[in-house]
């Protein structure tokens, strides 16, 4: 038995291993790009935040979220550690739940699947990119242009459109339409967000621990906690990822609402700095010790107060603006960045025609998907690699009928 995985991805790879348990069966793995995992490489800001303990728990998105239940009860977060531990990768757990390689470099995680994949029933085939697959007499023709492979089993992990410059593109979607299977609308997510203020360049590259939600007419649309980064067009990091999924998909005024320091009650804030009142303090360095030195400047700007003079000569009524923006930043959204920048995408082939037992295509026997083409898509903190091991390892069982 042939089986064929096109994508190297972290799904496509997890897909090979679990193929390759069955002896008998032959496995071809193959990646349109020069090496397999690229996209996975610069995951986690190069940390790679394999997964998250919690994943079972919540985290997960589409038109049918309850779908990768299944892939995600049968291969769950601790066995997926087991996994890795058994391919000799040491990992770390942080109280969020999060877990990253113990090196802290998601080079370690690439390099230990790379060794697993050099196994003698395991064919890798790079630079080599599926531009159609047929079904025909059992089985399928994939072609690349120059030659054409068969096999009797196909599963597609070609990822999604997130992250073009690494890889992503639409290839997975259009060779799923090609056997009739539909698509819904794509979008980025966990992504960064422009800001339509221009005092936000003054921010730029500042991080900051913090409460953000994120409002549509005065509703809000989601929130968490977790760190904030400025940058000079808008507003990035963990806790904007978060709360970036379809951010702005609507007509509407948009604003992000950020508690800068979320453990510290208003009253308690608007005291401090009257006693600071008393020492000999300007208020250039109003707001130091407690803040960035650049964004406390900017919010005593912005609370219409003047710099250079002595603490104890603010007016209490200015003390008290200043207070309300720490706690309640205000800033107005535009939209968020393009696929370009996004990690994940959100959207995909609809799940309802495949097997949530076996990943298998309702449609076409013989044909599998999993990992990010489908539409399934996860917070930020290891959900979406989750979710590739899982529905890549339950893919590539069933293709190879363990």
């Known amino acids: 038995m042939i089986i064929a995985i096109i994508g190297g991805g972290a799904s496509g790879m997890a897909?090979?291993?679990a193929a390759s348990e069955n002896r008998n069966a032959k496995i071809i793995l193959l990646e349109k790009q020069a090496r397999v995992g690229k996209k996975l490489q610069a995951t986690g800001n190069g940390r790679c935040n394999l997964t998250n303990l919690h994943a079972l728990e919540y985290g997960y998105h589409g038109d049918?979220?309850?779908?990768?239940?299944?892939a995600l009860e049968h291969f769950d977060p601790q066995e997926t550690l087991k996994w890795f531990e058994s391919l000799g990768l040491f990992t770390v757990s942080?109280?969020?739940?999060r877990v990253y390689p113990y090196s802290d470099q998601a080079n370690s995680v690439l390099d230990i699947l790379r060794f697993a994949l050099m196994k003698e029933n395991i064919e890798l085939k790079t630079d080599w990119e599926v531009i159609?697959?047929?079904?025909?007499?059992?089985?399928f023709i994939l072609e690349n242009g120059k030659e054409q492979?068969?096999?009797d089993k196909l599963i597609i992990a070609c990822g999604g459109l997130a992250g073009t410059k690494?890889?992503?593109?639409?290839?997975?979607?259009?060779?799923?339409?090609?056997?009739?299977?539909?698509?819904?609308?794509?979008?980025?997510?966990?992504?960064q967000i422009k800001a339509d203020w221009k005092g936000i360049k003054a921010l730029k590259g500042i991080r900051a621990n913090c409460r953000a939600a994120?409002?549509?007419?005065?509703?809000?649309?989601?929130?968490?906690?977790?760190?904030?980064?400025?940058?000079e067009y808008g507003l990035?990091?963990?806790?904007?990822?978060?709360?970036?999924?379809?951010?702005?998909s609507r007509a509407g005024k948009w604003v992000a609402e950020i508690d800068l320091l979320p453990q510290t009650d208003e009253n308690a804030l608007i005291q401090e700095l009257n006693r600071r009142k008393s020492t000999a303090l300007t208020t250039d360095d109003l707001l130091t010790g407690i803040l960035h030195n650049r964004l406390g400047r900017v919010l005593t700007k912005m609370a219409e107060i003047p710099f250079g003079i002595a603490v104890q000569q603010v007016e209490e009524q200015k003390i008290k603006k200043l207070c309300k923006l720490v706690k309640s930043f205000q800033i107005p959204l535009k939209e968020p960045l393009g696929m370009d920048h996004a990690q994940v995408t959100a959207g995909g082939i609809h799940t309802k025609d495949f097997l949530e037992s076996t990943m298998e295509s309702r449609l076409v026997k013989g044909l599998y998907a999993c990992g990010e083409v489908l539409d399934i898509d996860g917070d930020c903190g290891g959900f979406n690699l989750q979710w590739a091991w899982c529905s890549g390892r339950l893919a590539g069982h069933s293709a190879a009928e363990l």
């Open 214 to 231: 994120i409002f549509c007419n005065n509703q809000k649309f989601a929130s968490s906690e977790g760190e904030i980064q400025f940058t």
């Open 236 to 248: 990035s990091g963990p806790v904007i990822f978060e709360i970036s999924r379809d951010a702005c």
């Open 64 to 70: 049918s979220p309850e779908f990768c239940r299944y």
């Open 15 to 17: 897909a090979a291993l």
């Open 94 to 97: 942080e109280p969020s739940g």
């Open 149 to 151: 492979i068969q096999c």
């Open 166 to 191: 690494l890889g992503g593109s639409l290839s997975g979607y259009k060779l799923l339409q090609s056997f009739g299977h539909t698509c819904s609308k794509l979008r980025p997510s966990l992504v």
């Open 132 to 139: 159609r697959a047929k079904k025909r007499n059992g089985g």
